[in-house]
């Protein structure tokens, strides 16, 4: 545990601020406000999976507001093309030569808002970006801002009009979080913020301020990046994501990249409640949203309803937990 003249004290501050600011425009989404906070620190990205009205994109335009960093918004369709998202070559006649229009993608967070309603071909143009924080056109690489996260939503693919994400894309997201329907209080409270003036589009009047700036997320990232683990917990988070490719029920298991995520992930979260090492606990906490979408089950496991939770649930049950 960290202790009481902890050097990182006043940046975990600055932190909890941020999920205050966010919690000034969104009501009862506190875990999805974690895990966007843990993508940040962890320098990962996020798709918010969720039914319609259930604050998806207004959770990402409150973070955004309450960081000083820039945002874009590119509303994905059936008919956006990949140059639409990460620029593309355009002549100009003056000039009488080619010149690169950069695209949405360079921001520092972008907001792909139902990313699953554009075809595969769209949504793969974002591999290369969200991997490597660049963009090749014609033979030539940007670097994208630092820092740079995508913050992707989407509708349950039952849903009309939607496509399925690529497991090569899925698997750069280091998190996915489900945004459930709220509690009848809280919609109680989303209504009544309405009825007294709240205009969601109006996040500055609701009173979301910027807290957090690129060179604070960044100090903030270099400390999370020293949070130990110890070999034991190491072992524990492969010994995780190898038992997912052993389950019966599972097609395709969590890599080895879903591995190292885990990891991040859990750094990430430990640093926010103060530890400077990482505890079987942290993995635990993490191992859900990190993993439920690197998962592909079998047919058989479909039809039955087995859900990639629930599957996670029972390896979590049965993987020996080191002391």
């Given at each position: 545990?960290?202790?009481?003249?902890?050097?990182?004290?006043?940046?975990?501050?600055?932190?909890?601020?941020?999920?205050?600011?966010?919690?000034?425009?969104?009501?009862?989404?506190?875990?999805?406000?974690?895990?966007?906070?843990?993508?940040?620190?962890?320098?990962?990205?996020?798709?918010?999976?969720?039914?319609?009205?259930?604050?998806?994109?207004?959770?990402?335009?409150?973070?955004?507001a309450?960081?000083?960093?820039?945002?874009?918004?590119?509303?994905?369709?059936?008919?956006?093309?990949?140059?639409?998202?990460?620029g593309?070559l355009?002549?100009?006649?003056?000039?009488?030569?080619f010149?690169?229009?950069?695209?949405?993608?360079?921001?520092?967070?972008?907001?792909?808002?139902?990313?699953?309603?554009?075809?595969?071909?769209?949504?793969?143009a974002?591999?290369?970006?969200?991997?490597?924080?660049?963009?090749?056109?014609?033979?030539?690489?940007?670097?994208?801002?630092?820092?740079f996260?995508?913050?992707?939503?989407?509708?349950?693919?039952?849903?009309?009009?939607?496509?399925?994400?690529?497991?090569?894309?899925?698997?750069?997201?280091?998190?996915?979080?489900?945004?459930?329907?709220?509690?009848?209080?809280?919609?109680?409270?989303?209504?009544?913020?309405?009825?007294?003036?709240?205009?969601?589009?109006?996040?500055?009047g609701?009173?979301?301020?910027?807290v957090l700036?690129?060179?604070?997320?960044?100090?903030?990232?270099?400390?999370?990046?020293?949070?130990?683990?110890?070999?034991?917990?190491?072992?524990?988070?492969?010994?995780?994501?190898r038992?997912?490719?052993?389950?019966?029920s599972?097609?395709?298991?969590?890599?080895?990249?879903?591995?190292?995520?885990?990891?991040a992930?859990?750094?990430?979260?430990?640093?926010?409640?103060g530890?400077?090492?990482?505890?079987?606990?942290?993995?635990?906490?993490?191992?859900?949203?990190?993993?439920?979408?690197?998962?592909?089950?079998?047919?058989?496991?479909?039809?039955?309803?087995?859900?990639?939770?629930?599957?996670?649930?029972?390896?979590?049950?049965?993987?020996?937990?080191?002391?």
């Amino acid at each position: 545990m960290a202790t009481v003249d902890d050097p990182n004290a006043a940046l975990r501050d600055s932190f909890a601020r941020l999920r205050t600011e966010v919690g000034k425009a969104v009501v009862g989404q506190d875990s999805a406000v974690t895990g966007l906070t843990i993508a940040l620190l962890a320098g990962g990205h996020v798709l918010l999976e969720g039914v319609p009205g259930v604050a998806k994109t207004l959770l990402v335009r409150s973070l955004s507001a309450a960081l000083n960093l820039e945002t874009k918004r590119v509303q994905f369709t059936p008919d956006l093309m990949p140059g639409d998202v990460t620029g593309s070559l355009v002549y100009d006649a003056k000039a009488g030569e080619f010149e690169f229009r950069a695209g949405p993608v360079f921001t520092n967070i972008l907001l792909a808002d139902e990313i699953n309603r554009t075809p595969p071909k769209t949504q793969s143009a974002l591999l290369e970006a969200m991997e490597e924080r660049q963009v090749s056109v014609d033979g030539e690489t940007r670097k994208l801002p630092v820092p740079f996260m995508v913050a992707a939503t989407m509708n349950p693919i039952e849903y009309e009009g939607t496509y399925t994400l690529p497991e090569a894309q899925l698997d750069r997201f280091l998190l996915k979080l489900i945004l459930e329907l709220p509690e009848r209080t809280d919609e109680v409270e989303v209504l009544h913020r309405h009825s007294t003036g709240f205009n969601p589009r109006d996040l500055a009047g609701a009173g979301v301020t910027a807290v957090l700036d690129a060179e604070t997320i960044a100090q903030a990232q270099a400390a999370v990046a020293k949070v130990g683990a110890s070999a034991d917990v190491i072992g524990y988070a492969v010994d995780l994501a190898r038992a997912t490719r052993q389950s019966p029920s599972v097609k395709l298991g969590v890599s080895p990249r879903g591995a190292v995520a885990l990891l991040a992930a859990a750094k990430a979260w430990a640093w926010l409640q103060g530890f400077d090492a990482i505890t079987p606990d942290h993995i635990q906490a993490m191992a859900l949203p990190v993993m439920r979408h690197r998962i592909q089950l079998r047919p058989e496991a479909e039809l039955e309803g087995i859900s990639p939770d629930a599957i996670l649930r029972s390896i979590l049950q049965q993987v020996q937990v080191p002391i």
